[in-house]
């Protein structure tokens, strides 16, 4: 069966000396694998960047477990991300944050979509600087678990249960005030809004942190990631 798709890349692996194995956010087919043939020139290595966005023709057969792409091209170039180290980070951490989550091959146009969104203003937004504190809310709402809004006198956070309270309670990851706050101001937030934020940067990094930290409450084998580190550093 041949397949025709938008598709985000998560992860290329070297297969052999001219084939690459891909995995992809495709719009039409969910999260799948696919092998591409790079060839002598390597052009489809360099439209193979993380999250480049792309359109490709790849054809499914019932005997092999990827599927095998015939045509592929980069259907949306980056603009900034290329020639900015801070944007370079936000993909890596992007794309990390997607590749550890994301589930299963149905196809979830919702889901595509905010990818396709949060990428875009990624590379066209001119201050970047709350877009992952941004991003990881709006994505939890995509996964099922974004926090509960906080009722009048509710100004404590448990990431366990994703809710507020009016008073802490005895365990170690309750988060208060001002951090408890904040996460309560990003709820409505969309990518469109996050350049009114004016969190600290000190709070900043704290709050991308402990949203990690309730991420991995919420998505089983999450586990630590690597990209914060190089995030923090380049956000300063």
């Known amino acids: 069966m041949l397949h025709t798709t ?4 998560l992860k290329t692996i070297r297969h052999s000396d001219h084939t690459l194995v891909l995995k992809a956010l495709t719009e039409q087919l969910g999260v799948r694998s696919f092998l591409v043939r790079t060839g002598r020139k390597g052009a489809a290595t360099a439209a193979l960047q993380p999250l480049s966005r792309l359109e490709l023709v790849a054809v499914e057969k019932p005997e092999r477990e990827m599927l095998a792409v015939r045509e592929l091209r980069i259907a949306e170039p980056f603009q900034t991300v290329p020639f900015d180290a ?23 146009p919702e889901l595509y979509g905010f990818v396709e969104e949060a990428l875009g203003a990624m590379d066209r937004a001119p201050d970047v600087r709350h877009f992952p504190l941004v991003f990881l809310v709006r994505y939890s709402e ?29 365990h170690g990851h309750l988060l208060g005030p001002p951090l408890s706050t904040w996460i309560a101001e990003l709820l409505p937030i969309g990518f469109e809004g ?18 990690l930290l309730y991420f991995r409450f919420h998505v089983d084998g999450l586990g ?3 990209s914060p580190a190089v995030l923090h550093e380049a956000l300063g």
């Open 194 to 211: 996050m350049t009114d934020l004016a969190i600290p940067a000190t709070q900043r990094r704290e709050l991308l942190e402990h949203l």
């Open 142 to 170: 995509l996964l099922g678990f974004l926090p509960v809004a906080p009722g009048p006198g509710e100004n404590w956070f448990d990431p366990r249960e994703g809710v507020f309270l009016e008073h802490g309670r005895s």
């Open 86 to 108: 801070i944007r370079g980070a936000l993909v890596l951490f992007v794309q990390e944050v997607l590749y550890r989550t994301l589930r299963g091959e149905s196809a979830d």
């Open 6 to 9: 938008r598709a985000i890349v």
């Open 224 to 226: 630590e990631l690597r």
